[in-house]
């Protein structure tokens, strides 16, 4: 199986900061991979698809980046409503696997 | 477009549930749908996939054997069957959509979810 590692875990960051989380797959995934964000007791929302393209009314402060093993998940300007926690995914060989996730805190 | 899951409950260990997953707003038989869960306080973990037309099926190595996806496009239905649960089957499990037409990648829509509990 793939493994998908994120880092941090955990990053806390204030408005306004700009925020990088990585994804590590186990072996390369070409550009196989997605960007989810969950809410608190809601589903996840898909950010990014295609380790680059933003999905439906993601505003465009996020944009995602990668190919091969590693990718990037930015946000350039955190706003409140971006504190919530992010997944990556990847579709390259089932089974489908996602990272652990990484939280993103108020400082 | 709108995923309604039901079915979930609380169950012994060894028992059997049957998820479903209503779905509305979209060309039901042209896209893959899958199942993810989430066990409490933990992170995303995709279940299994099944193909439109529901020749072709997926799932993680966990529940081989034990769970089986079908579905139903005259009713615009997907079912998660689960045999012999486990406490680590906990979770919520979500129904979703792949993102485009005939392809298996992306989830786009997601359910609300449906809690199934596994205890003694």
């Known amino acids: 199986d793939i493994q998908l590692t994120q880092s941090p875990s955990f990053l806390s960051a204030s408005v306004g900061d700009r925020v990088t989380i990585t994804c590590r797959a186990s072996?390369?995934?070409?550009?196989?991979l997605a960007w989810y964000q969950q809410k608190a007791g809601t589903a996840p929302n898909l950010l990014i698809s295609a380790a680059s393209t933003l999905e439906g009314e993601v505003p465009s402060r996020f944009s995602g980046s990668g190919s091969g093993a590693e990718f990037t998940l930015t946000i350039s300007s955190l706003q409140p409503e971006d504190f919530a926690t992010y997944y990556c995914q990847q579709f390259n060989t089932y089974p489908w696997t996602f990272g652990q996730g990484t939280k993103v805190g108020l400082k | 477009v709108k995923l309604v899951e039901s079915g979930g409950d609380m169950v012994q260990p060894g028992g059997s549930l049957r998820l479903s997953c209503e779905a509305s707003g979209f060309t039901f038989n042209s896209y893959w749908m899958n199942w993810v869960r989430q066990a409490p306080g933990k992170g995303l973990e995709w279940v299994a996939s099944?193909?439109?037309?529901?020749?072709?099926?997926h799932y993680v190595d966990s529940v081989k054997g034990r769970f089986t996806i079908s579905r139903d496009n005259a009713k615009n239905s997907v079912f998660l069957q689960m045999n012999n649960l486990r406490a680590e089957d906990t979770g919520v499990y979500f129904c979703?959509?792949?993102?485009?037409?005939?392809?298996?990648?992306?989830?786009?829509?997601w359910g609300q979810g449906t809690l199934v509990t596994v205890s003694s």
């Open positions: 099944i193909k439109q037309d529901a020749d072709e099926k």
């Open positions: 072996q390369g995934i070409s550009t196989y």
């Open positions: 979703v959509r792949a993102l485009r037409r005939y392809r298996p990648a992306y989830f786009e829509y």
